[in-house]
């Protein structure tokens, strides 16, 4: 798989399915959290910028609220998370969902940890958190806390109705620094990041306000105060923020909650393949029936791809100076839709359920035909040694 990661990491376009494997422009994608505590304790006070945000998010005409003005309503409902695991300590961040206690983090925060404690606003004294349950493929995990009648539950928007140039709100805790505030705008939308277990994350936003360390599980606001992410990844190749960082949608985050509440775990479709987007430039180097598509690089042995004969690369070219392979199924299309990328393929099924049906179109040794794969359910995480992961 590595021989390709190169041509597919420059075209965004490598992924397991359901998963992500994908460096972006070069830049090394990195958890916007988890950061080591030598004393357990958090540190000081955050810096509130004044100016207001330029054009708001609602549909309803007001021009939303300034910085300061959602730090002063939601950085109460802001949690700021001690996990305690046998690698030592570690911090991120959080917030509050409902009256009953419920927190929001991303699932590499609390991932391993025996002891969990968080500070919800300003409190002084950490609170015991216990863990509902966390899906790895989103890296969303729920906590509990004991309700008290003395909680600032933060609104939820709608991910869905986010526009790139909407301008937002970050809150959280970057290396220890307790209810730290920073601001920009939604610089993409539709991103798929790799989750800690491998798998990808659609649908993700984008956004060049100021992320880094500890402010992983913290809330993305609107103009309006309302969450509409978690704050999960950077972009970087220093270290810390570059001006690219990575929300989870919260409608993901919202179904993921759902389904802990309830059941306390989440279930997930998998395909199991790796693959990449065919362009014009790749077909006219390699001669292909199609410039659209998926060229399939690996099928994951025991797999539901596996079980319905897709077939994998066997052998590689080099276009532009980089390695492509070859020899694989080109998949053009899912239940009788034409598709243009793997990004289609991956929301397709992190869209379905284990045991759901699709019918890929696949183009085989110049021929075309239909292989109905029943989709399985998603393995804990990716086995195969070479797919890459966060650092």
């Known amino acids: 798989m590595s021989r390709a990661r190169s041509f597919f990491s420059s075209s965004f376009g490598s992924a397991l399915v359901g998963g992500l494997v994908a460096a972006i422009l070069g830049l090394v994608a990195i958890e916007a959290g988890w950061v080591g505590d030598d004393d357990g304790s958090g540190s000081s006070s955050a810096s509130v910028a004044a ?18 003005q959602i730090y002063e309503r939601d950085s109460k409902g802001v949690a700021f998370i001690q996990a305690q ?11 509050v969902i409902d009256d009953d206690g419920h927190i929001l983090t991303n699932a590499h925060v609390v991932q ?15 609170r015991d958190a216990k863990l509902i349950g966390m899906d790895p493929s989103s890296d969303v995990a729920l906590l509990d806390v004991s309700e008290d009648g003395d909680l600032t539950p933060l609104e939820l928007g709608d991910s869905d109705s986010v526009s790139v ?18 601001s920009g705008i939604v610089s993409a939308k539709q991103r798929q990041i ?12 984008q956004t060049d306000a100021a992320v880094n360390p500890g402010n992983s599980g913290g809330p993305l606001l609107d103009a309006n105060g309302r969450v509409i992410g978690i704050n999960s990844q950077i972009a970087t190749d220093s270290g810390g923020n570059d001006g690219v960082a990575f929300a989870v949608p919260i409608e993901t985050a919202k179904d993921v909650a759902d389904q802990l509440i309830a059941d ?45 004969g897709l077939r994998g690369a066997t052998g590689d070219a080099t276009v532009q100076g980089q390695s492509v392979p070859t020899g694989g199924d080109i998949i053009t299309a899912i239940d009788g839709k034409e598709i243009s990328g793997m990004e ?28 109905k794969v029943t989709l399985g359910e998603r393995p ?12």
């Open 165 to 182: 140039g909407d301008p937002v709100v970050a809150i959280g805790n970057p290396f220890g620094l307790d209810r730290t505030v920073t």
């Open 344 to 371: 289609e393929v991956i929301s397709t099924v992190n869209g379905a359920e284990p045991g759901d049906e699709l019918t890929l179109t696949v183009i085989r040794d110049g021929s075309q035909q239909d292989l």
């Open 112 to 126: 391993d940890a025996e002891q969990i404690q968080v500070k919800i606003g300003d409190d002084e004294d950490a």
């Open 264 to 308: 306390g775990s989440v279930q997930r479709a998998y395909l199991g393949i790796s693959g990449g987007d065919i362009t014009s430039t790749l077909a006219d180097a390699l001669d292909l029936p199609v410039d659209h598509g998926v060229v399939v690089e690996q099928v994951y042995g025991g797999g539901p791809a596996d079980d319905a």
């Open 380 to 391: 804990a995480q990716i086995e195969d040694a070479s797919a890459p992961t966060l650092p």
């Open 51 to 68: 100016a207001a945000l330029a054009e708001p998010v609602s549909e309803g005409g007001d021009r939303g609220l300034t910085v300061g």
């Open 194 to 205: 790799q989750a800690p277990n491998g798998f990808s994350i659609s649908d993700v936003i």
């Open 85 to 95: 695991g046998s690698s030592g300590a570690a911090t991120g961040s959080g917030f």
